[in-house]
Protein backbone atom coordinates (compact mmCIF):
# COMPACT_ATOMS: atom_id res chain seq x y z
CA UNK A 1 0.00 0.00 0.00
CA UNK A 2 1.10 3.61 -0.65
CA UNK A 3 0.77 6.25 2.20
CA UNK A 4 1.07 9.88 1.59
CA UNK A 5 2.00 12.25 4.22
CA UNK A 6 -0.15 14.78 4.90
CA UNK A 7 1.84 16.72 7.35
CA UNK A 8 3.97 16.55 9.93
CA UNK A 9 5.09 19.00 13.01
CA UNK A 10 7.94 18.60 15.92
CA UNK A 11 6.29 17.93 19.06
CA UNK A 12 9.45 18.12 21.00
CA UNK A 13 13.37 18.01 19.98
CA UNK A 14 14.17 15.78 17.43
CA UNK A 15 10.26 14.28 17.58
CA UNK A 16 7.70 14.31 15.06
CA UNK A 17 3.96 13.75 14.72
CA UNK A 18 3.50 12.51 11.63
CA UNK A 19 -0.31 12.52 9.70
CA UNK A 20 -0.22 10.06 6.68
CA UNK A 21 -3.42 8.97 4.36
CA UNK A 22 -3.98 5.76 2.38
CA UNK A 23 -4.85 6.36 -1.21
CA UNK A 24 -6.14 3.08 -2.06
CA UNK A 25 -8.45 2.48 0.54
CA UNK A 26 -11.69 4.68 2.12
CA UNK A 27 -10.11 3.05 5.70
CA UNK A 28 -7.29 1.63 7.45
CA UNK A 29 -9.01 -0.70 9.69
CA UNK A 30 -6.39 -1.66 12.63
CA UNK A 31 -6.63 -2.57 16.72
CA UNK A 32 -4.82 0.25 18.80
CA UNK A 33 -1.23 -0.66 19.30
CA UNK A 34 -0.75 -2.08 15.76
CA UNK A 35 2.56 -1.00 14.01
CA UNK A 36 2.53 -0.67 10.32
CA UNK A 37 5.58 -1.47 8.50
CA UNK A 38 7.18 1.16 5.98
CA UNK A 39 9.66 0.09 3.24
CA UNK A 40 11.90 2.54 0.98
CA UNK A 41 14.85 2.15 -0.50
CA UNK A 42 17.76 4.19 1.56
CA UNK A 43 21.18 4.73 0.27
CA UNK A 44 20.48 2.05 -2.10
CA UNK A 45 19.65 -0.63 0.12
CA UNK A 46 15.62 -2.28 0.32
CA UNK A 47 15.17 -0.41 4.46
CA UNK A 48 11.81 -1.53 6.85
CA UNK A 49 11.48 -0.40 9.86
CA UNK A 50 8.26 -0.93 12.41
CA UNK A 51 6.11 2.53 13.52
CA UNK A 52 3.17 1.87 16.18
CA UNK A 53 0.11 3.49 14.89
CA UNK A 54 -0.33 6.62 17.41
CA UNK A 55 -4.40 7.78 16.70
CA UNK A 56 -7.01 5.29 16.38
CA UNK A 57 -8.56 4.41 13.37
CA UNK A 58 -10.06 7.26 11.82
CA UNK A 59 -11.01 7.00 7.68
CA UNK A 60 -7.75 6.42 5.65
CA UNK A 61 -5.74 8.89 7.59
CA UNK A 62 -3.17 7.43 10.45
CA UNK A 63 -0.98 9.36 12.41
CA UNK A 64 2.83 8.10 13.94
CA UNK A 65 4.87 9.70 16.56
CA UNK A 66 8.88 9.40 15.31
CA UNK A 67 11.96 10.47 17.11
CA UNK A 68 15.18 10.68 14.69
CA UNK A 69 17.81 8.19 15.91
CA UNK A 70 20.99 10.44 14.89
CA UNK A 71 22.94 7.67 13.04
CA UNK A 72 19.90 5.80 12.20
CA UNK A 73 19.45 4.51 8.92
CA UNK A 74 15.22 5.24 8.00
CA UNK A 75 14.40 7.51 10.84
CA UNK A 76 16.33 10.48 9.47
CA UNK A 77 15.43 9.74 6.03
CA UNK A 78 11.10 9.99 7.34
CA UNK A 79 12.42 13.24 8.84
CA UNK A 80 12.89 14.42 5.13
CA UNK A 81 9.83 13.09 3.91
CA UNK A 82 7.30 16.52 2.88
CA UNK A 83 3.84 16.27 2.30
CA UNK A 84 2.58 15.21 -1.05
CA UNK A 85 5.63 12.24 -0.62
CA UNK A 86 4.32 8.91 -0.59
CA UNK A 87 6.27 5.71 1.47
CA UNK A 88 5.01 2.12 0.97
CA UNK A 89 3.83 0.43 4.02
CA UNK A 90 2.22 -3.15 5.28
CA UNK A 91 0.06 -3.66 7.88
CA UNK A 92 -1.69 -3.32 10.62
CA UNK A 93 0.15 -5.51 12.23
CA UNK A 94 0.97 -6.73 15.62
CA UNK A 95 -0.92 -8.38 18.92
CA UNK A 96 0.08 -5.48 21.17
CA UNK A 97 -3.02 -4.30 21.51
CA UNK A 98 -6.07 -3.77 24.69
CA UNK A 99 -6.82 -6.76 25.86
CA UNK A 100 -10.31 -7.64 26.15
CA UNK A 101 -12.17 -7.20 28.33
CA UNK A 102 -9.89 -4.44 29.39
CA UNK A 103 -9.02 -4.36 32.83
CA UNK A 104 -7.44 -1.60 35.10
CA UNK A 105 -3.89 -1.05 33.38
CA UNK A 106 -1.04 0.95 34.03
CA UNK A 107 0.60 1.70 30.71
CA UNK A 108 4.11 2.43 31.01
CA UNK A 109 6.57 4.17 28.18
CA UNK A 110 9.51 6.14 27.49
CA UNK A 111 10.17 8.47 24.55
CA UNK A 112 7.93 7.49 21.88
CA UNK A 113 7.21 4.18 23.36
CA UNK A 114 4.08 6.48 24.03
CA UNK A 115 2.51 5.75 20.54
CA UNK A 116 0.66 2.86 20.94
CA UNK A 117 -0.67 4.05 24.10
CA UNK A 118 -2.09 7.45 22.48
CA UNK A 119 -3.89 4.68 20.07
CA UNK A 120 -5.36 3.01 23.45
CA UNK A 121 -6.37 6.24 25.10
CA UNK A 122 -8.36 7.30 21.88
CA UNK A 123 -10.39 4.33 21.53
CA UNK A 124 -13.44 3.20 23.12
CA UNK A 125 -12.34 -0.08 24.62
CA UNK A 126 -10.27 1.67 26.96
CA UNK A 127 -12.10 5.35 27.23
CA UNK A 128 -15.66 3.77 27.73
CA UNK A 129 -14.14 1.18 29.78
CA UNK A 130 -14.95 3.35 33.20
CA UNK A 131 -12.09 1.39 34.84
CA UNK A 132 -9.07 3.00 36.36
CA UNK A 133 -5.71 3.63 34.05
CA UNK A 134 -2.37 4.96 34.37
CA UNK A 135 -0.01 6.54 32.63
CA UNK A 136 3.41 6.47 33.57
CA UNK A 137 5.68 8.39 31.40
CA UNK A 138 9.37 9.19 30.94
CA UNK A 139 11.43 11.63 29.57
CA UNK A 140 14.55 13.52 29.92
CA UNK A 141 13.41 16.60 29.41
CA UNK A 142 9.80 18.67 30.19
CA UNK A 143 9.78 19.36 26.72
CA UNK A 144 9.91 15.50 25.72
CA UNK A 145 7.49 14.46 27.78
CA UNK A 146 5.03 13.67 24.56
CA UNK A 147 1.47 14.63 24.25
CA UNK A 148 1.69 15.85 27.71
CA UNK A 149 -1.13 18.40 26.94
CA UNK A 150 -3.46 15.95 25.19
CA UNK A 151 -2.87 13.83 28.74
CA UNK A 152 -3.10 16.44 30.94
CA UNK A 153 -6.40 17.16 29.71
CA UNK A 154 -7.30 13.49 29.18
CA UNK A 155 -7.32 13.84 33.32
CA UNK A 156 -9.53 16.27 33.88
CA UNK A 157 -12.19 14.73 31.41
CA UNK A 158 -12.07 10.80 31.86
CA UNK A 159 -13.06 9.96 35.33
CA UNK A 160 -10.26 6.97 36.57
CA UNK A 161 -7.52 8.26 34.39
CA UNK A 162 -3.97 9.21 35.90
CA UNK A 163 -1.29 10.75 33.87
CA UNK A 164 2.39 10.60 36.19
CA UNK A 165 5.00 12.10 34.04
CA UNK A 166 8.41 11.40 35.13
CA UNK A 167 11.93 13.60 34.34
CA UNK A 168 15.33 12.27 34.56
CA UNK A 169 17.09 15.91 33.81
CA UNK A 170 14.05 18.29 35.76
CA UNK A 171 14.61 21.65 35.50
CA UNK A 172 14.54 23.80 39.33
CA UNK A 173 11.31 24.63 37.73
CA UNK A 174 9.60 20.88 38.01
CA UNK A 175 7.42 20.18 40.69
CA UNK A 176 6.69 16.21 39.51
CA UNK A 177 8.33 13.01 39.61
CA UNK A 178 11.69 12.36 38.68
CA UNK A 179 14.08 9.60 37.75
CA UNK A 180 12.88 6.60 35.75
CA UNK A 181 9.86 4.80 35.18
CA UNK A 182 11.51 2.10 36.96
CA UNK A 183 11.78 3.78 40.60
CA UNK A 184 8.19 4.59 40.45
CA UNK A 185 6.76 0.79 40.08
CA UNK A 186 6.19 0.26 43.54
CA UNK A 187 4.65 3.58 44.48
CA UNK A 188 2.20 3.13 42.02
CA UNK A 189 1.54 -0.76 42.39
CA UNK A 190 1.77 -0.81 46.14
CA UNK A 191 0.94 -4.11 47.01
CA UNK A 192 -1.59 -5.05 44.12
CA UNK A 193 -0.84 -7.79 41.57
CA UNK A 194 -4.70 -7.78 40.23
CA UNK A 195 -4.09 -5.14 37.16
CA UNK A 196 -2.41 -5.53 34.11
CA UNK A 197 0.42 -3.92 33.26
CA UNK A 198 1.11 -2.80 29.46
CA UNK A 199 5.04 -1.57 28.73
CA UNK A 200 6.54 0.00 25.49
CA UNK A 201 9.89 1.26 24.59
CA UNK A 202 13.51 0.50 24.33
CA UNK A 203 14.81 -2.69 25.57
CA UNK A 204 16.73 -1.86 28.13
CA UNK A 205 13.50 0.25 30.15
CA UNK A 206 10.94 -2.75 29.16
CA UNK A 207 13.10 -5.68 30.10
CA UNK A 208 13.41 -4.24 33.62
CA UNK A 209 9.95 -3.35 34.31
CA UNK A 210 9.35 -6.77 33.46
CA UNK A 211 11.53 -7.88 36.00
CA UNK A 212 10.62 -5.37 38.56
CA UNK A 213 6.69 -6.67 37.81
CA UNK A 214 7.86 -10.53 37.83
CA UNK A 215 9.82 -10.33 41.27
CA UNK A 216 6.61 -8.84 42.56
CA UNK A 217 4.67 -12.04 41.80
CA UNK A 218 2.67 -10.77 38.86
CA UNK A 219 1.25 -12.93 36.36
CA UNK A 220 3.08 -13.42 32.87
CA UNK A 221 -0.25 -13.07 31.45
CA UNK A 222 -0.96 -9.87 33.18
CA UNK A 223 2.48 -8.09 31.84
CA UNK A 224 1.95 -7.26 27.88
CA UNK A 225 5.28 -5.55 26.38
CA UNK A 226 6.77 -4.02 23.48
CA UNK A 227 9.67 -3.50 22.49
CA UNK A 228 11.45 -1.15 20.08
CA UNK A 229 14.66 -2.40 19.51
C1 LIG B 1 6.97 -2.95 16.86
C2 LIG B 1 7.83 -1.70 16.76
C3 LIG B 1 7.22 -0.47 16.79
C4 LIG B 1 8.01 0.69 16.70
N1 LIG B 1 7.41 1.91 16.78
C5 LIG B 1 8.15 3.03 16.75
C6 LIG B 1 7.50 4.30 16.89
O1 LIG B 1 6.28 4.42 17.01
N2 LIG B 1 8.30 5.42 16.87
C7 LIG B 1 9.67 5.32 16.72
O2 LIG B 1 10.33 6.38 16.71
N3 LIG B 1 10.29 4.13 16.61
C8 LIG B 1 9.56 2.99 16.59
N4 LIG B 1 10.18 1.77 16.43
C9 LIG B 1 11.63 1.74 16.12
C10 LIG B 1 11.82 1.85 14.60
O3 LIG B 1 11.34 0.68 13.96
C11 LIG B 1 13.30 2.00 14.20
O4 LIG B 1 14.06 1.04 14.85
C12 LIG B 1 13.84 3.39 14.55
O5 LIG B 1 13.14 4.39 13.78
C13 LIG B 1 15.34 3.46 14.22
O6 LIG B 1 15.52 3.17 12.86
P1 LIG B 1 16.78 3.75 12.08
O7 LIG B 1 16.88 3.07 10.77
O8 LIG B 1 16.75 5.25 12.08
O9 LIG B 1 17.98 3.31 13.02
P2 LIG B 1 18.97 2.06 12.77
O10 LIG B 1 19.95 2.41 11.71
O11 LIG B 1 18.18 0.83 12.57
O12 LIG B 1 19.68 2.05 14.18
C14 LIG B 1 19.02 1.38 15.22
C15 LIG B 1 19.50 1.94 16.53
O13 LIG B 1 18.53 2.85 17.01
C16 LIG B 1 18.07 2.45 18.29
N5 LIG B 1 16.63 2.75 18.31
C17 LIG B 1 15.62 2.08 17.74
N6 LIG B 1 14.44 2.69 17.95
C18 LIG B 1 14.71 3.79 18.66
C19 LIG B 1 13.91 4.81 19.18
N7 LIG B 1 12.57 4.86 18.96
N8 LIG B 1 14.53 5.77 19.90
C20 LIG B 1 15.89 5.76 20.07
N9 LIG B 1 16.69 4.80 19.60
C21 LIG B 1 16.11 3.84 18.90
C22 LIG B 1 18.37 0.98 18.41
O14 LIG B 1 18.68 0.65 19.74
C23 LIG B 1 19.60 0.81 17.55
O15 LIG B 1 20.76 1.01 18.29
C24 LIG B 1 9.42 0.60 16.54
C25 LIG B 1 10.01 -0.67 16.50
C26 LIG B 1 9.24 -1.80 16.61
C27 LIG B 1 9.93 -3.15 16.56
Not at 1 to 23: D, G, N
Amino acid sequence: MKATLVESREIAPEVRHFTFEVSDLPELDFTPGQWVSISEIVRDKKTTRAYSLASAPSGNRFELCLNRVKEGLFSPWLFRLEPGESVSIKGPLGSFVPKLPFAESVLVATGTGIAPFRSFLQSPAVLDSHLPVTLLLGARYEESLLYRAEFEALERTRPGFRFLPTITRPSPAWQGRTGRVQAHIDSILGVRTDLDVYICGLRAMVDEVRSLLAARGFEKSRIIFEKYD
